[in-house]
């Protein structure tokens, strides 16, 4: 086969995410954490809008009325030479923009993108916490959601009810257009050849369709985002504001939010959707390239602190291990007559080894650590790739729960000491980290820069690895079904996609009818569907709303893994960490730093509102109701380099790089009385016990 080039858009999977103002920055475009050439600023900053890559500062993160900025997420196009095979990584691509001129000598007039999205969790299934994606093997599927609105799961009365649909839009760049995703603007598709045709007829569906009265804590959930481009033709996806909106009881009651994941007659305005461009030559040529996807959802309140397992970690590990992305690393052996790491794979040590390093120590900007933990952790990211592994804190992996071994139980010492997947009590790193780190720990590995990404690849990188992994009970910003091999393009080699793209099922808006849904319920894991994602196929498995999951995911026994029995090697009571890179916990709030001294720690949400008896409640809002009014006046952790250290009538403070504090929380005021936070172990207050009848 002779060459040919090929579009793909990057990153394949991007997060928007919620805000307040209309205004906006960009989703970071580099990995939490990892420092970054050429300056002491570390990765996953969001990015000043207008620019290309400069990060913001804390002074970026709100509007002028105190309205936290939505984050945008930006999809650029690359152009890659194709000969039939693709392999990873392969290290090229070329930008596209409007302006640009091919090898072939086209030059690109005008960039047609599109997208789809939609919410449909009110209309799918119940989350079951301790047992995650299990809840649909063997065939079976959970309870539905809503299951007092009657029909199948696929029917057009729940669909109508309960699914919320903007339909696709359209616009191309050369216009400057934006396009809404909200029932006042029309539906817009894009034909063959970049034509925009308009869908008068789209049954565009948000909750106010089917409810005379909606309980609106924060305004009416009217739209999903809106789409528009940059100076050079590139799509930016805004999400919504992330409101919610609640279903009033027979006595004109708001219906009361019972539960963390699944609540009965409640929506919320996270969503998802394919994203597509078709590109048009001035010699009146077009081609369409790959697509990628979007997910809109939570703020990301840490951005620069780095989960241990990151989506990137999870969706890399299983593209190794099931879709033979680096042979090299992971294949069919003909001596063991099965597939298995390959022993003579040296992993890098900046690339592979060293993130999990340093996100190690990242937890405690976020999290209540001891004395003895923080000096362990600071001696673990203090390795580099000239130590001998077996004389560092890390000899032997001795402190590494085993993903291969049934250690999910053990506790102390072994890390990451924090909740598992469900069924679990503790986190492991994937078995592809796993075996990266013992090649290092047998002197297997490779110094320097290590294998060249190409620029899409580490935007598809970057965007996953900014991302909660690991623990997806059921997550933060997608939940454990982005593992699942069968929602990607697996010709990844031959098709000319490349890989982590999400296979999209084919939308053609015909035979429409304003009666009718257009989208149905869309895929389910583990049954052998093997035809692409709809619109709303990712954020469907996520918690309904999403607040009252972000808040209550703090700080727990691990018996909530399991149902409610205590499977770990610790005292039932103990309690720890949730999500804390992605879900903060316990902070050092920025103005309360002098000289750079650390004061006491604080919980992230504190407050009026936040006051427990129990431990296991503290740093969340006790009223659920207050975490959809109030998620927004969370505070956001920042390295200290991109904190604008103003004070009123202080001095302009300088903070060293080596701190990540909190910024622009409107929960309280600097110096107010909080819950003290106390170092772990910690625990819950013990149960109290039934008293049994006399004999």
């Avoid at 999870?314 to 001596?335: A, K």
């Avoid at 490349?498 to 049954?527: A, C, M, V």
Wanted: glycine content about 8%; charged content about 20%.
């Amino acid at each position: 086969m002779t060459n040919k080039t090929v579009f793909r858009v990057h990153p394949s999977v991007n997060f928007a995410r919620f805000g307040t103002s209309e205004d906006y920055i960009l989703s970071p475009e580099t990995s939490a954490g990892l420092p970054q050439k050429g300056t002491d600023i570390t990765g996953g900053l969001p990015i000043k809008k207008g620019t290309q890559n400069t990060p913001v500062t804390s002074n970026d993160l709100r509007d002028e009325d105190g309205n936290l900025k939505k984050q945008a997420a930006r999809f650029r196009i690359y152009a890659y030479d194709f000969d039939g095979e693709d392999s990873y990584p392969g290290g090229a691509g070329t930008q596209v923009v409007v302006g640009t001129t091919l090898a072939d000598g086209r030059t690109v007039k005008d960039l047609i993108w599109s997208s789809h999205l939609a919410n449909k969790k009110a209309a799918a299934y119940n989350v079951v916490n301790n047992k995650g994606i299990e809840a649909y093997a063997n065939n079976q599927v959970p309870q539905m959601r809503n299951p007092e609105v009657h029909g199948t799961i696929d029917s057009d009365y729940r669909l109508n009810r309960l699914m919320i649909d903007a339909g696709p839009r359209a616009i191309s760049a050369s216009s400057g257009d934006i396009a809404k995703f909200n029932r006042c603007s029309e539906a817009k598709c894009v034909q063959t050849g970049g034509e925009i045709v308009p869908l008068p007829k789209y049954p565009i569906r948000f909750p106010e369709d089917t409810n005379d009265e909606l309980y609106e804590p924060s305004g009416p959930l009217d739209t999903l985002g809106e789409i528009r481009t940059d100076d050079e033709g590139r799509l930016l996806v805004l999400a919504s504001s992330g409101n919610a909106v609640g279903q009033y009881d027979e006595y004109g009651v708001p219906i009361q939010m019972t539960g963390d994941l699944n609540n009965v007659g409640w929506f919320d305005s996270a969503s998802d959707g394919p994203v597509n461009v078709t590109l048009v030559f001035d010699d009146g040529s077009t081609e369409e390239a790959f697509g990628a996807w979007v997910v809109c959802g939570d703020p990301a309140y840490a951005p620069q602190i780095r989960n241990v397992v990151s989506v990137w970690d999870d969706v890399y590990n299983m593209f190794v291990r099931d879709l033979g992305l680096q042979p090299d690393l992971y294949g069919f052996t003909h001596h063991e007559d099965k597939c298995q790491y390959k022993p003579t794979y040296k992993p890098n040590f900046t690339q592979d080894i060293q993130p999990i390093f340093i996100a190690c120590n990242l937890q405690r900007w976020t999290a209540n650590l001891p004395p003895l933990a923080l000096h362990a952790h600071t001696a673990v990211e203090a390795i580099t790739e000239d130590n001998d592994p077996n004389e560092t804190i890390m000899a032997a992996l001795n402190f590494i729960r085993n993903p291969n071994k049934d250690e999910t139980n053990i506790g102390a010492p072994l890390m990451p000491l924090s909740l598992g997947a469900a069924g679990t009590s503790f986190l492991t790193v994937t078995k592809t980290q796993y075996f990266m780190l013992e090649q290092w720990s047998k002197n297997q590995f490779e110094k320097g820069e290590g294998t060249a990404l190409g620029p899409g690849e580490i935007l598809d990188m970057a965007s996953m690895a900014n991302c909660l992994g690991g623990r997806y009970v059921p997550g933060i910003e997608v939940s454990y079904t982005i593992m699942e091999k069968d929602i990607y393009q697996q010709d990844w080699k031959t098709s000319g996609s490349g890989p982590f793209r999400i296979k999209q099922y084919p939308l053609t808006y015909e035979e429409l009818s304003k009666d009718k849904p257009y989208l149905n319920i869309g895929w389910i894991p583990l049954h052998n569907m093997t035809d692409g994602l709809e619109p709303g196929d990712i954020s469907k498995f996520m918690a309904i709303p999403w607040q009252t999951d972000y808040n209550s995911c703090s700080i727990h026994a691990t018996a909530i893994n399991t149902d409610g029995v205590n499977e770990s090697n610790g005292a039932e009571s103990t309690l720890y960490w949730s999500w804390p890179s992605q879900r903060p916990d316990a902070v050092y709030v920025a103005e309360e730093v002098y000289n750079n001294v650390l004061p006491q720690q604080k919980w992230s949400i504190r407050g009026k509102g936040t006051y427990a008896v129990n431990p296991a409640s503290a740093a969340t809002f006790q009223d659920p109701l207050q975490s959809v009014q109030d998620w927004d006046k969370i505070g956001i952790i920042v390295q200290g380099t991109n904190i604008d250290g103003d004070r009123e009538g202080c001095d302009t403070q300088k903070f060293s790089p080596e701190l990540y504090l909190e910024v622009q929380s409107q929960l309280t005021n600097p110096g107010d009385a909080t819950d003290p936070v106390p170092a772990w172990p910690f625990n819950a207050n013990p149960t109290k016990k039934k008293r049994g009848c006399p004999h």
